[in-house]
């Protein structure tokens, strides 16, 4: 009788833990799925944006190799010609290398477009992106996923680079701009530029290098912000967004680099999570910058600035050392 009784009782005591197992690998799991990053795996669509960078990345390469235009191997190994030098006469903060080597891989394209879906971003819709010359290659991969997408991107871009970017003077972000352009990689025109940097009016460029960019801008014809005053400076640029939007409508914002235009003034901004935001938390009017603007329309934001963060949360290498890109052109780095 005692025996039965104890073998019950152990039985019991093991159809528990046996629960209390299965609960505890359930919610495990789920912890698993929800906020442990995955890597990404590449739709055909992702696929599609990576091969325009890669094409993008041979052009541009090719270029300076052909215009005896400066590529210093040790910083950009794969002569994509979009690792520039640390300090030039357009330079305006210290920058970080292997972050800047990290955005030329054309997986950087493919997952701009997952984060454009996950925003909610249809074939067909407008967005907008705001991009700094400290990330060349970003501006090339939201435009690549942009077109992969079939979206219409609404594009206004500075000049000025931290260490590494576009700072090469004879070959600037609205040269390398033009360049694509030209070879029939993208069909758009940018709605506007202006000089970026400090105030983004260039402050810190070496002297002479405002006017020779400003006369480049010029020529080109593009429309030039040129607007000291700050809070000025992002409602022109908001402004130039709507006009170009179908009835205003912005699906999403997409941010590369550090451009003060973009972020703004305010330390609000370090609250911004590499990728895809929504919902964020708004400084004053007088500090936000167009970044800001558009999360208080309820305008997804995908913010590409932590690279090192970014990359490591999808699972992409960091300053990943690929090669062959000059030996075969079919030899992509997508997953």
Not at 191 to 209: I, N, Q, T, Y
């Amino acid at each position: 009788m005692f025996g039965n009784i104890f073998f019950r009782n152990q039985y019991r005591k093991r159809k528990i833990i046996i629960y209390i197992a299965g609960v505890v690998s359930l919610i495990v799991y789920l912890l698993w799925f929800f906020f442990v990053p995955h890597r990404l795996v590449f739709s055909e669509k992702m696929k599609k944006a990576a091969r325009v960078m890669q094409q993008a990345l041979l052009i541009t390469g090719e270029y300076c190799g052909q215009s005896a235009i400066e590529i210093n191997p040790a910083l950009d190994p794969n002569r994509t010609g979009l690792i520039g030098p640390a300090y030039s006469a357009i330079t305006t903060t210290k920058g970080n290398l292997e972050a800047k080597r990290t955005t030329a891989n054309p997986d950087m394209a493919g997952l701009i477009l997952c984060l454009l879906e996950k925003a909610g971003v249809k074939k067909g819709d407008t967005i907008a992106i705001g991009s700094s010359a400290s990330f060349p290659a970003l501006m090339i991969a939201s435009l690549s996923a942009a077109k992969a997408l079939g979206v219409k991107p609404v594009l206004i871009f500075s000049l000025g680079a931290s260490s590494y970017g576009a700072t090469n003077p004879e070959f600037n972000l609205l040269d390398i701009f033009l360049l694509l352009q030209q070879k029939g990689i993208f069909s758009l025109e940018p709605v506007a530029v202006s000089l970026g940097g400090a105030g983004d009016m260039g402050e810190e460029f070496k002297p002479g290098m405002k006017g020779q960019l400003i006369a480049q801008i010029r020529k080109s014809g593009i429309p030039f912000i040129h607007e000291a005053d700050f809070r000025k400076n992002v409602l022109t640029r908001m402004a130039i967004y709507r006009k170009n939007a179908p009835k205003g409508k912005i699906s999403a914002f997409i941010n590369t680099g550090g451009g003060e235009a973009n972020l703004g003034l305010s330390n609000f901004v370090l609250r911004v999570k590499p990728g895809l935001n929504r919902g964020l938390p708004l400084p004053p009017e007088k500090k936000r910058g167009v970044l800001f603007e558009m999360a208080d329309r309820g305008v997804p934001i995908i913010h590409l600035l932590f690279i090192k963060g970014l990359v490591q949360k999808y699972h992409l290498p960091f300053d990943p050392a690929y090669q062959g890109r000059r030996n075969s052109q079919k030899k992509l780095l997508i997953n």
